[in-house]
């Protein structure tokens, strides 16, 4: 494609940016056929030094219209604050009410004017409004002493370095001086992040201008950077960069971006000590700590800190001005972090006391929810199942690998297909990458990576020779295969396969295959002045923040308890504009459930964030929340276990939640006796209770607790854990709320729009729910039984109070009385069968919906969890503690 796309593309892009944001509707399309019509006529051509004629077509014309809508068609609300009580009474107004408005904001201003080249406007507004929020809350520099403690919760790639850029060029301006990121424990992660600080912050790589710096360089503000891409901090290249110079006598910030590494970071602190004898009295410093929840938090006991938690303490306690913000995209380790510990050496420790600061993502983020939640995303998911033979799940360090499973090599297939729509779509100076995430072995990485280099060059062979023939699919059993990929996964796409089939020749060689782990020899590298196609194959290394560049395919494999760490490792996640809809992740049905239920069960979470901030509630609060979660139960656990606690009471607050059978035994016996167990109650609901038919719905209230016991200690649950915990359905805890709370329940039998289904003169319409059959149990599609606006609002007797809630089932819990047992009898829709998939007419199911909301002040349930429970557990989901090699 000529130059003059770009070209024009960026003419328009910076004539839209000047337009006031949001954009009126149909304007792009207007401009487009403006600067179409003008560039016509070879004055306006050589004008806006356009190539004349400028030769693009119809097509070209219209994706151009398109991408710009893409790009400009995007929503960012902002961020959403909870604060601590001390920090209440500090004058939060300081930078955006006084300092903002009088100093040069030199940083910050041409870090923005950047941004524009890359972000839509409205972005860009909300990025400035949220780090306004955040710098509000982290002090004034020329306060005399102060130490404050924050956290800023993002989404998985969704931007959090643009926003801690923009968060250290606001700081800057205010005047804090000594500015340290933490970035992740691999070199890849924090040589990238210095990469990308240079670009926001520093301005210049070796002598010469770059991103924010670019027509916009002052020597007179260069911050000094004590740290380099090629290398972390050492004491030596310390004093040599610094030149003699202290904070003392030095007029700009200096920044340090450091490998989260205990060597590393007692570096500093030696390096610091050397300098000032005393705390650094007269200078402010601010710690950005990335991916804050990887190995910043203190898993032993409060006298003996863990050394990296231990170290980032002491840096903080060498300054006598310190602000200390931790970002992440999964904050759970951190909202566990004991509040009130402290040690009298290391200070307190990292807890978010003043603060925490949720992030919003914009709308084109290619996120969780879209991916595992939406209904739409399910094309982005291919589920496989034939990876055990040469990939088992259980593999050792020691593991052979001699052959790619099917699947692996259909990946492959799809993401060549990939380079060559993005290419004939435009995106020929692009990076594309390919994702291979299937151990934990860096000695079976390299296995796989010798599998892949064959079968790929295979792959170029035959497409070299065979693609620009006419028979090209006849003469070559891999061309083939690429076309029956393209048909199947592709088919959507608005190019035929002989046009794609045409692209691959002029790609097909510079593709190239990298190992990313500590023993890689070879870096990945993206450059600036080409575009990469490479396959990488990796583990921890490609977890954690690191940025895989064009991402589109991804085959992943990895099995882990732990919510934030199975979230780090979906690389997929972040912005695919004019490819999303390309991109494709191949993994386990096992490994789509389990995030499903992390994304559910975060979505959950945020919204009790919002909630308790609306309430003004504290950083402690929101962490004695998410800790008695129903959800968190399973992640406390493991956390434990980790800790090697023998015992330990665990509570859970059950107000406001929902729980469901969305697991189901698939024994012919057990089927039947549930079915027995619903037709027995409603029996003797109907005897004890009135009987109210709403729209086929029937309920009975004022029920009492012995016979919602009596029920559901006769149902045969499914359960991998005797407390319930990994099926989200925490049986053992219901059955202590019951016995605890002294209340009445109602009860409610639901109707759909299956067949009939009739218990003693009660008759309602099975509800159809699609399941797929596992190895002894049914998983309901979104781990759904109940579904529908009106599940709990059905049990409201205020019909304005019904309508008013209308599908909002969170604010349904928060109205109801009384605890719900929902009762459902299904007609499954298997949507994966095999020989062994029992043939039922209908299944039995419940749910209970527990009143009250996250800010409820009812007694948690409790209960105690031993030694044999971790062993039994862990056991059970094949979890061990190593990590990666």
Known sequence: MSSNYQNIKTILHDMLCRESQPLPVNLIAEKVNKVNRLLSIPEYAKLYNIEYPVQLSEYDWKRLTRELEAHFDVEMQKGVLIQGDEQRTRDTTWWTGIYKQR???????????????????????????????????????????????????????????????????????????????????????????????EEAFIGQFKGKPIGAGVGNSNREHMPISLTTRESDFNKQDADRSSQGITFDNVKVPVLLVIKKNTKTLKNVIDWLSSHYKNKVSAHAMLIIDDESDYASINTNEEEDPTVINKNIRKLLGIFQKSAYVAYTATPYANIFIDHEAANDNVGIDLFPKDFIFALEAPSNYFGAKKIFIDEDGKKHLIPIDDYQKDLPNDHKKEHKVTALPESLKDAIRSFIAVIAIRRLRGQVNSHNSMLIHASRFTGVHAQISIEVANYLEMLKKEILAYSLL??????????????????????????????????????????????????????????????????????????????????????????????????????????????????????????????????????????DFKLMAEHNKTPNDFGLAVRQNPDSALQITARNKLKNVTEFTYHMRLDGTLKETSYLRDNENDTIHNLSAIDSMVNTLSNIAETTNRNGVYIWRYVNKSYIQDFLSTFRLYERDQLGLSTRMPIRFIMEYIKDRNTDWDVVLYSGSGEVYTINGVSIRKQIRKMRHKDGYYDLQNRQVSSGGSAEGVAIEDAAIRVEIGDDRRKARQMIQRPLLMLHILQPNITSINESTPNFDAIAAFGISFPGSVLSDEQTVTLKINTVFFKNLFSELGQNNEEDD
């Not at 998985?156 to 968060?167: C, E, F, I, R």
């Not at 959507?492 to 790609?507: A, D, H, K, P």
């Not at 490994?591 to 559910?600: C, E, G, L, P, W």
């Open 103 to 197: 100093i040069e904001n030199y940083y910050w201003n041409r870090y923005r004017e950047y941004l524009l080249k890359k972000l839509p406007p409205t972005v860009i507004k909300t990025i400035d409004d949220d780090t306004d929020i955040v710098m509000n809350n982290i002090e004034n520099p020329e306060i005399d002493k102060f130490s404050q403690y924050g956290m800023v919760v993002g989404h998985v790639q969704s931007g959090k370095t643009g926003n801690y850029s923009a968060l250290i060029c606001k700081a800057a301006d205010a005047g804090y001086k000594f500015i340290v990121v933490i970035a992740g424990g691999i070199n890849n992660l924090r040589n990238q992040t210095q990469e990308r600080i």
């Open 470 to 607: 006419p028979d090209a699919t006849e003469l070559s059993s891999y061309i083939d295969a690429i076309k029956n990929t393209y048909n199947l996964r592709f088919g959507y796409v608005e190019f035929e396969w002989q046009i794609v089939l045409q692209q691959l020749s002029t790609f097909i060689e510079g593709l190239i295959i990298r190992e990313v782990h500590q023993k890689s020899k070879v870096p990945l590298e993206y450059r600036s002045d080409m575009a990469t196609n490479v396959i990488v194959i990796g583990g921890a290394s490609l977890s954690r923040g690191y940025t895989v560049e064009g991402l589109s395919v991804s085959y992943f494999l990895r099995n882990t308890i732990y919510y934030d760490t199975l979230m780090q490792m979906g690389r997929w996640f972040g912005y695919r504009e004019g490819y999303e809809d390309l991109c494709k992740i191949y993994l386990p049905e096992q490994r789509i459930s389990d995030f499903a239920d992390i994304i559910t069960a975060t979505e959950e979470l945020f919204a």
